[in-house]
């Protein structure tokens, strides 16, 4: 029992750490892409110990220009999107960056706007909560992530990187040159 106890602790030591490491420096409206793509791999690996810890679901959904964070609520059957849990619960990407998501090897066509935030989305219905849809990126509590590709270059035509994270949550960076 004294080793969960530990390990529990450990874990709690390590979210606050990230948390802590994660909100440094995000008033920086220009950090590149680079530091942009880090930082979606610090939230994804923080939600996956989040959603571990918790037991929770934990979803990321992408738009044209930026992301958020949510989480099931098992009670009503809704995506809510996540306030306190990470340092950051959605994020703007700057104004002429191009971000491309692909699930199983496809283009996702992403929303121009985020979803409203008020808005709670159902899962399994389409057309449920005014048009809302549950996250593209599903962050389980058993550990397992919805593998998917992200392309994010600074603007259109331009070099960038490409992030490609697989079942178990592990990632690789790789230079897109278009």
Known sequence: MIL???MVVVVIIGIVAAMAVLSVGLSSRDQGIGQE?????????LAGEQAVLEGREYGLSFHAHGYAFSRYDYASGNWEP??????????????AAVLDLYLEG?????AEQPPDDKAKT??????????????????LSSGDVTPFELHLRPAAGQPGIRLHVDDSGASERIPDNG
Do not use: W
């Open 82 to 95: 996540v306030e306190d849990e990470l340092p950051v619960a959605s994020r703007s990407l700057p104004a």
């Open 122 to 139: 159902k899962t399994g219905t389409a057309g449920t909560g005014a048009g809302q849809i549950a996250p593209q990126i599903l962050i």
């Open 106 to 110: 496809r283009r996702v066509v992403l």
């Open 37 to 45: 793509i880090q930082r979606i791999v610090d939230l994804l690996a």
């Open 4 to 6: 969960i106890e530990i």
